[in-house]
T-cell receptor
Framework: DQQVKQNSPSLSVQEGRISILNCDYT??????FLWYKKYPAEGPTFLIS?????DKNEDGRFTVFLNKSAKHLSLHIVPSQPGDSAVYFC?????????FGKGTRLHILP | DTEVTQTPKHLVMGMTNKKSLKCEQH?????MYWYKQKAKKPPELMFV???????INESVPSRFSPECPNSSLLNLHLHALQPEDSALYLC???????????????FGSGTQLSVL
């Protein structure tokens, strides 16, 4: 049973526009949520995280929003750039484990 | 040095072979991890070493045998694998002995394993 769900396998966004990647979770015990970015032939790299007691965290062009009542979080990228084309994994932390979603492939169109 | 280095990048093995995957980090991180990722699936945790001791085994079959010779090295010994074990094997490290205190994982680029 998937505890972290990314229901959109892929997303295409025009360069310069906003990219919104969504994630849902089922485990109420997650205390931190994370986003990782993965390029082909590379390992995932940490992008941004948010504590479960916050509803927003911002780092440059990247903002993560958390809606605990809906068990939903989203990653906003503004403005989208060609280098943002990658697979984005949503993850939750519970105790000493990090549990990942399947990922969403983001394509930034010129 | 902020890298986690995995070797080999690709490995093809038969079901009777014995092989090892290697992982190395020189960031002074105290925890190291093995994840397995199949196509279109999330990375799945296999093992965690904390301060060079095995702290988590996610009920992984015994044909996978992890080893942590020192704080910088992590091996995964493979024996009598099945074709369904073909996957990308990712190594990761974290600064603290557990992600419970620091949630950032640093990943290597992985070993793409094919079992024939």
């Amino acid at each position: 049973d998937q505890q972290v769900k990314q229901n959109s396998p892929s997303l295409s966004v025009q360069e310069g526009r906003i990219s919104i990647l969504n994630c849902d979770y089922t485990n109420s015990m997650f205390d931190y949520f994370l986003w990782y970015k993965k390029y082909p032939a590379e390992g995932p790299t940490f992008l941004i995280s948010i504590s479960s007691i916050k509803d927003k965290n911002e780092d440059g062009r990247f903002t993560v929003f958390l809606n605990k009542s809906a068990k939903h979080l989203s990653l906003h990228i503004v403005p989208s750039q060609p280098g943002d084309s990658a697979v984005y994994f949503c993850a939750g932390r519970r105790d000493d484990k990090i549990i990942f979603g399947k990922g969403t492939r983001l394509h930034i169109l010129p | 040095d902020t890298e986690v280095t995995q070797t080999p990048k690709h490995l093809v093995m038969g079901m009777t072979n014995k092989k090892s995957l290697k992982c190395e980090q020189h960031m002074g991180h105290r925890a190291m991890y093995w994840y397995k990722q199949k196509a279109k699936k999330p990375p799945e945790l296999m093992f965690v070493y904390s301060y060079e001791k095995l702290s988590i085994n996610e009920s992984v079959p015994s044909r996978f045998s992890p080893e942590c010779p020192n704080s910088s090295l992590l091996n995964l010994h493979l024996h009598a694998l099945q074709p369904e074990d073909s996957a990308l094997y990712l190594c990761a490290s974290s600064q603290d002995g557990t992600v419970a205190t620091n949630e950032k994982l640093f990943f290597g680029s992985g070993t793409q394993l094919s079992v024939l």
